[in-house]
């Protein structure tokens, strides 16, 4: 993977990281991620395995945010 690719992408995941982002805030930083790789791979960036890799990346860290919005709507009630 190109190395620009490689550092844009985590950036963009720290984003996606951060403890309680907002809804609008996750969904662009998911956005932005998903295009950096669609992108990537479409112009050589990264092979079909990396994007591969980082597809999968990208969909843990929107499990783990649909947990932690579950957790925090339950230990609310």
Same mark, same amino acid.
């Given at each position: 993977?190109?190395?620009? *690719? $490689?550092? =844009? &992408?985590?950036?963009?995941?720290?984003? &996606? $990281?951060? &403890? %309680?982002?907002?809804?609008?805030?996750?969904?662009?930083?998911? @956005?932005?991620? *998903? /295009?950096?790789?669609?992108? /990537?791979?479409?112009?050589?960036?990264? !092979?079909?395995? %990396?994007? @591969?890799? %980082?597809?999968?990346?990208? !969909?843990?860290? =929107? =499990? *783990?945010? %649909?947990?932690? *919005?579950?957790?925090? !709507?339950?230990?609310?009630?």
């Amino acid at each position: 993977m190109h190395s620009d *690719l $490689r550092y =844009a &992408l985590d950036t963009a995941y720290q984003q &996606l $990281r951060q &403890l %309680e982002p907002s809804p609008a805030d996750f969904a662009s930083s998911y @956005a932005l991620c *998903l /295009g950096m790789i669609m992108g /990537g791979r479409t112009c050589g960036g990264m !092979s079909k395995d %990396e994007a @591969a890799v %980082e597809r999968a990346h990208l !969909s843990m860290l =929107a =499990a *783990l945010y %649909e947990i932690r *919005l579950v957790v925090r !709507s339950e230990s609310g009630r």
